[in-house]
């Protein structure tokens, strides 16, 4: 049954399988790790060098370099060395389990020479598919242009196509002439001349007759009552026509808000300038805000995509391979061991590398995991030193996720802004930078802020918007005389409806100096507008409004004949009947 | 074209081996192993092991290989069905938590629908096969193997080197 002469070689091979992957393990483990590392973070992860010795139990890597998901020439982190103490039994259970990192010579924001970048599919991949979320999330916010007018305002072409009272008002007149014909149908029907008729030949043989003639006088007593029903008839009728007439009225009410939308149309079509200094608040500094809330946005969201709560199994893409990659599944347990678990790192970190004398930080992070159901424990980072103080928690171990993150870093080099639509830079030069995001479930709350008490100013060569223009000029002189910066931003609500908020000390500053500059010619413009609009709106709008108001003459004067014809036939017969009555009374 | 030359290869020298029927099948359905499931996989090392031990046909392994790598391909969206019937089922979710928190067993990529499903699939497929290779591999020795064995080709084929490294793996009978 067993080829016994086969053993021989079977262990032979087996040692040479041994001996290539102690040759190779280092090799395909940085490979791995690279690959594996560029999936997770959604950028070029580069390593140098790895080196694993199983002996010892530790994993050391020289020269990580992490490129940035978000600009193309710059690195997410540098770092000159980590060294893992890892725990070999999980091995086997194929769980990584490092009980202490040292990552020395960490340094952030570093350039690159290349676009570390990797084109990301939202379909196939998590970073994919979560920077287009955090994209589409940053889409979310309406921020509004900020536009110096370069020479006179320019009343654009008013098509009466989008004005809305034109329509209004050929709807409102078809309305008017169907309840025209309806309300003619109506007093035809109530056949009140049936009744006056009928009453007006009683009243005949009454003043002939007698007070002993009995059948007169029920005839004149039938004649009165449907003389009543008759005026019931007007009556309803009536009720019905009061309704129609106010539906119409409201209708020329309608009219004129509609005039009014389309003042606000038209009043969009000037392209004017925001003159109000929150708007312009968020036209300067938006951009920038927003682009630091998607970055932190996305992190959480990366976090946890890869860190999710609970203990129910969960499929992830299966290894990627010739075959169909499948799905491969996890099945955690509590108080077994993470997938993935980093007990405790300690980090040596500088922040700002291209300062001539860079000042060196620690960090420590604890509890990093995969699965943070199993593990227990929130994961926790804290950074502190005399001018920088930053903390982190992801939090999923329970089934609502909370993530805080907060940093305050004085007198690092802030980064020049560029201020939309203005044609200026913004220095800031050192200065103090916050942010705080706390995302608990989908409710965000962010707050980002800067400071600067030496702000520099630069006019942008780049050729902006308004560049060389008067109200660029006078901007410029107003803006290059502010040495202080303060900006807040701010985001509130929920991840499908978030609200964002921008303050700044330039806000008031800018907007008196458009007001100054642009108020008169705005209103001359708006002036014109308006009366373009009334031109084009008032002949649909005047043949509207007098035909509802003729119909509500006719069909009050017509009901109020009837009513008062009506009325004098009733009361001509019971005055001939309380005659005849008398006479018969001693 | 190289690939089908060697599958023919295979073919011919398995049907002609000194091995009987069932050492033959045996070689055939143990292979299909190995060309079924994804071949990196922890289970396979041992299926290798087994076929250089017991003494089963190593050309009947090679040509279960080459014959089921196609196969496998072609299979792949059904294991991957069964293998995520397998893994989602409630009833079998202690098992398969057991199993991913218990040493070595994760490192056969049991958790991965297409492993799992190409292997349970396999391994059901196995006796199968291996009833299936023996009754077709009796007949063609019973009917044209000899006038093959005859014929030029296949002695140019036996007579050349590497025929004699594979006579080291040959069954014993």
Redesign the interface.
């Known amino acids: 049954?067993?080829?016994w002469?086969?053993?021989g070689?079977?262990l032979l091979?087996t040692l040479l399988g041994a001996g290539l992957w102690l040759l190779l393990a280092d090799r395909i483990a940085r490979r791995s790790a690279e690959k594996i590392g560029t999936a997770i973070v959604g950028a070029k992860v580069e390593i140098e060098d790895l080196h694993i010795s199983l002996a010892n139990g530790d994993v050391t890597i020289r020269g990580l370099t992490v490129a940035s998901p978000h600009e193309a020439l710059k690195n997410l982190l540098q770092a000159d060395e980590l060294v893992a103490d890892l725990d070999v039994?999980p091995l086997?259970?194929?769980?990584v389990v490092i009980d202490r990192l040292a990552a020395n010579g960490v340094r952030f924001g570093t350039p690159r020479a290349t676009d570390g970048r990797v084109p990301m599919d939202p379909s196939a991949s998590v970073s994919g598919r979560v920077m287009s979320e955090a994209r589409d999330w940053a889409q979310r916010f309406q921020v509004p242009a900020l536009q110096l007018a370069t020479g006179k305002i320019d009343v654009a072409t008013l098509d009466p196509r989008r004005l809305s009272a034109i329509p209004a008002a050929r709807a409102l007149n078809a309305r008017a002439d169907s309840s025209r014909r309806a309300w003619q149908t109506g007093l035809d029907s109530l056949r009140s001349s049936v009744a006056l008729d009928s009453a007006a030949a009683t009243l005949a043989r009454l003043r002939t007759a007698r007070a002993t003639d009995l059948a007169a006088l029920n005839d004149a007593r039938r004649a009165i009552d449907q003389l009543k029903q008759a005026r019931n008839r007007v009556t309803t009728f009536e009720r019905n026509v009061t309704g129609g007439l106010a539906d119409l009225r409201a209708g020329v009410a309608g009219l004129d808000s509609a005039k009014q939308r389309d003042y606000a149309f038209a009043r969009g079509l000037l392209k004017l300038p925001t003159l109000d200094a929150p708007e312009i608040g968020l036209a300067l500094f938006a951009p920038s805000a927003v682009a630091q809330f998607q970055r932190a946005l996305y992190w959480t969201q990366l976090a946890r995509a890869h860190m999710p709560p609970g203990l129910l199994?969960r499929?992830d893409a299966?290894?990627p391979?010739r075959?169909?990659?499948?799905?491969?599944?996890?099945?955690?347990?509590e108080h077994?061991?993470p997938g993935v678990l980093l007990r405790t790192a300690e980090l040596s970190f500088q922040l700002d590398p291209t300062a001539p004398q860079p000042k060196r930080y620690t960090g420590r992070l604890t509890g990093l995991t995969s699965d943070p159901a199993v593990y227990g424990r929130p994961t926790l980072f804290e950074a502190s030193a005399p001018a920088v103080s930053a903390g982190a928690m992801l939090d999923h171990v329970h089934a609502t996720a909370r993530d805080t993150a907060g940093a305050t870093v004085q007198g690092v080099r802030l980064p020049v802004l560029q201020l939309p639509s203005l044609p200026m830079k913004l220095d800031p030069g050192q200065g103090i930078a916050q942010l705080g995001f706390a995302l608990r479930g989908d409710t965000i709350r962010a707050r980002w802020s800067i400071r600067s008490t030496h702000v520099q100013w630069s006019r942008d060569s780049a050729g902006s918007t308004g560049q060389g223009s008067t109200g660029a000029d006078l901007l410029w002189r107003t803006l290059s005389g502010i040495s202080d910066l303060q900006v807040d931003a701010g985001v509130t609500g929920t991840l499908t409806s978030p609200r964002l908020s921008v303050r700044s000390n330039l806000d008031e500053a800018i907007a008196a100096r458009l007001r100054t500059m642009l108020g008169a010619e705005a209103t001359a413009a708006e002036r014109r507008l308006r009366a373009e609009v009334d031109r084009q709106v008032d002949p649909a709008i005047a043949p509207v409004r007098a035909r509802v108001t003729g119909l509500q003459t006719d069909v009050t004067k017509s009901l109020a004949e009837q009513r008062g014809r009506l009325d004098q036939a009733q009361k001509d017969l019971e005055a001939r009947l309380r005659e005849l009555t008398r006479i018969r009374l001693p | 074209m190289l690939s089908i030359v060697k599958l023919l290869q295979s073919l011919v020298k398995a049907l002609h081996s000194e091995g009987t029927p069932g050492q033959l099948a045996a070689g055939i359905a143990l292979g299909s192993i190995l060309g079924l499931t994804?071949l990196?996989s922890l289970h396979n090392a041992m299926v290798f092991?087994l076929i250089?031990?017991?003494?089963v046909s190593f050309p009947g392994a090679v040509l279960g290989w080459a014959l089921f790598i196609p196969i496998?391909?072609l299979l792949?969206?059904v294991?991957?069905s069964i293998?995520?019937t397998l893994?989602?089922t409630p009833a079998l979710?202690p098992f398969?938590?057991s199993?991913?928190?218990?040493?070595?067993f994760?490192?056969t990529?049991f958790?991965?629908?297409?492993?799992l499903?190409s292997l349970v699939f396999s391994v059901v497929f196995f006796l199968p096969l291996f009833f299936a290779a023996r009754g077709a591999v009796t007949r063609y020795r019973a009917t044209i193997g000899e006038r093959v064995r005859q014929s030029k080709w296949y002695r140019a084929l036996t007579a050349s080197k590497l025929y004699n490294v594979y006579r080291?793996?040959r069954?014993?009978t």
């Not at chain 1, 086997?92 to 769980?95: I, P, S």
């Open positions: 049954m067993f080829r002469r086969a053993i070689p079977l091979f039994l086997l259970e194929k769980k199994p499929a299966g290894p391979r075959r169909r990659s499948g799905s491969t599944v996890r099945f955690p347990r077994a061991l | 994804p990196v092991g250089v031990i017991l003494n496998g391909f792949d969206p294991f991957d293998g995520h893994l989602f979710t398969w938590t199993l991913y928190n218990a040493p070595v994760p490192l990529n958790n991965n629908t297409v492993t499903g080291l793996f069954p014993e």
